[in-house]
């Protein structure tokens, strides 16, 4: 469906009720018509939360002094994929702070001893690198990468992001998808200053990109950065953002954000029914989690890896939705994968 800019506007605004049930409801329908009622999950390692750069909101900035920091080894990342793995996930992510003590082939060298040793995707998170760190990901197997735009106000950006700039942001997500990944970008909801206007940007650049995946979340104010007396985002308009994407863009991944539970103790269930269909369950080892410390709350803290698959696949199931079995790439890549001469980097070889 196209919506333009103002009606996005109306959508994310409107205090009439029936308004905003019909809006959620077209946004479960349409994920329900597109992808059944199964919903993707992903196991996340956040294997090093060390980070050159200093983006004004998260608690990774490099001028957290006070964040013990940590790295883990190699063999230690395959160990917790092949736990993930046998867990039953078919995706595994990759996030970190953008680290450069992991050389490009030590992560190239990583995802081909996960692709070869498990029959899994690869999502990476590592923020920004360089084109030729990207193709040589892609070449060694990697299948798709998360790079949030965060904000599509350029001034915004540049203030929360210092040294860089909203157009270097979108060039990475291009030079992502021209090495043949799956792209997935995204933004917060209440960042200081932001406005809905914003908010309809952030929509329609997804669209315009034609992301496939989005990930949409509140910003919560994190103590040990500058933005601490923030207000951070509410629960009612990352559910509507949700909502608008599926209607604009019905075959897209959608998370359920983990930053969603900040807000609300069911924040993940309630994205489910505003129209996402992946889900995260963080199968980092639980000695490392408490100082992967993005914003303040995060839940499963002390929770092992099968606990919070167990809790996860439990979450979906109480919403009435199944597990899916495949991988889950995203349909806008296979369709074009499928094409004759699809621009993709595959068939550019
Ligand atoms: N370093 C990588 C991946 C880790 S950060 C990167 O930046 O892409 C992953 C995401 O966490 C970011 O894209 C950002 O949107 C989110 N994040 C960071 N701090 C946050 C905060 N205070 N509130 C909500 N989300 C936050
Ligand atoms: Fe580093 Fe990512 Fe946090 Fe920015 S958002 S400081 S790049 S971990």
Redesign the pocket.
């Known amino acids: 469906m196209i919506l333009d800019r103002a009606e996005i506007i109306g959508l994310l605004t409107t205090t009439d009720e029936s308004e905003i049930r019909v809006l959620r409801t077209r946004a479960e329908t349409t994920c329900l018509k597109v992808f059944g009622s199964d919903v993707h999950l992903r196991g996340i390692i956040e294997f090093s939360n060390y ?1 050159r ?3 004004l909101y ?1 608690g ?2 490099r001028s957290n002094i006070g964040q013990p920091r940590y790295r883990m080894g190699l063999s230690e990342i395959v160990d917790a994929a092949e736990k993930a793995a046998s867990l039953g996930f078919k995706t595994i992510v990759l996030q970190s ?2 680290d450069l003590y992991y050389s490009v082939s030590d992560i190239a060298r990583l995802i081909e001893t996960i692709k070869s040793r498990l029959d899994v995707a690869v999502t990476l998170s590592l ?1 920004q690198r360089d084109k030729a760190a990207y193709r040589s990901w892609a070449a060694a197997g990697a299948d798709r990468y998360l790079l949030r735009h965060e904000t599509s106000n350029p001034v915004l950006y540049a203030y929360l992001h210092p040294g860089h700039s909203l157009d270097e942001r979108i060039d990475h997500l291009h030079m992502l998808r021209e090495a043949g990944f799956q792209i997935g970008a995204g933004n917060m909801v209440g960042l200081p200053g932001q406005t809905v206007d914003d908010i309809a940007g952030d929509l329609l650049l997804m669209k315009q990109l034609e992301v496939d995946m989005a990930g949409i979340g509140p910003f919560v104010p994190n103590p040990c950065t500058p933005l601490a007396n923030s207000n951070g985002g509410t629960l009612d308009l990352v559910l509507r953002e949700m909502a608008i994407l599926r209607v604009l863009m019905p075959d897209v991944m959608i998370p359920a954000t983990t930053a969603l539970d900040t807000l609300d103790l069911h924040g993940r269930e309630l994205a489910l029914r505003w129209g996402a269909n992946v889900m995260m369950p963080n199968v980092t080892p639980t000695k490392y989690r408490r100082m992967y410390t ?1 914003y303040p709350g995060k839940t499963s803290v002390d929770e092992d890896p099968k606990q919070s698959a167990d809790c996860m696949r439990l979450r979906v199931r109480s919403c009435g939705r199944s597990i899916a079995t495949g991988y889950g790439h995203s349909p806008r890549y296979l369709r074009n994968k499928q094409l004759p001469g699809a621009q993709t980097w595959e068939a550019k070889q």
């Open positions: 980070c750069q200093d983006c998260c990774l900035r702070g953008e923020g993005l």
